[in-house]
């Protein structure tokens, strides 16, 4: 599997409820992220957790970070129509002039 | 809030002909990146760029490719025999400091023809 991988490719749910989406990756990183791209747009920064941190909550958005895993998962609670976009996650492995690594994204979809 | 911005939304172009991509990072940025997304794939990285200089390319950035931050503001991409393969939307990208966000302009989407 590829670096940063996110599943489910797609996910469907009703206004209200919560959004789950997961990021395996593969090798050492100094930090993960979270982006949001609404459709032809460019991509919104929403979280970043550092190697060191195990869980990190911005707003309605939580994020884990399990490193012996290797995986994260980006968690919407209370969710809205206007959440509806695609979700990628990326790594950095390097400290300072970090290259991001983006995983092939969750079509997130909420259904009013 | 301070964006990135990037020149022109949209170019068409024909296969053979040389594009420049534009981009005007956040003025206190430091390092500079940019990276492509062909429909429906993933966001690929291509070059990174600090202190003036390429410090990271990909296979993706081959010699058609070049970029140079000119005048201190603007940070270009240029490519210079397009290809079909080319055509993707071409993101710029900014970093103020060292293991922090990435801010993202809203892209240019190159066509090729």
């Known amino acids: 599997s590829q670096q940063g991988e996110e599943d489910p490719q797609a996910l469907s749910i009703q206004e209200g409820e919560n959004a789950t989406m997961n990021c395996s990756y593969k090798t050492s990183i100094n930090n993960l992220q979270w982006y949001r791209q609404n459709s032809g747009r460019g991509l919104v920064h929403l979280i970043l957790?550092?190697?060191?941190?195990r869980e990190k909550h911005s707003g309605r958005l939580r994020v884990t970070l399990d490193t012996s895993k290797k995986s994260s998962s980006l968690l919407i609670t209370a969710s809205r129509a206007a959440d509806t976009a695609s979700y990628f996650c990326?790594?950095?492995?390097?400290?300072?002039?970090?290259?991001?690594?983006f995983g092939t994204g969750t079509r997130l979809t909420i259904i009013p | 809030e301070p964006e990135v911005t990037q020149t022109p939304s949209h170019q068409v172009t024909q296969m053979g002909q040389e594009v420049i991509l534009r981009c005007v990072p956040i003025s206190n940025h430091l390092y500079f990146y940019w990276y492509r997304q062909i429909l429906g794939q993933k966001v690929e990285f291509l070059v990174s760029?600090?202190?003036?200089?390429?410090?990271?390319k990909s296979e993706i950035f081959d010699d058609q490719f070049s970029v140079e931050r000119p005048d201190g503001s603007n940070f270009t991409l240029k490519i210079r025999s397009t290809k079909l393969e080319d055509s993707a939307m071409y993101f710029c990208?900014?970093?103020?400091?060292?293991?922090?966000?990435?801010?993202f302009g809203n892209g240019t989407r190159l066509t090729v023809t």
């Open positions: 760029f600090y202190n003036n200089e390429i410090s990271e």
């Open positions: 957790i550092r190697s060191n941190e």
């Open positions: 990208a900014g970093q103020g400091r060292a293991n922090s966000p990435l801010h």
């Open positions: 990326a790594t950095a492995f390097n400290f300072g002039n970090e290259k991001l690594t």
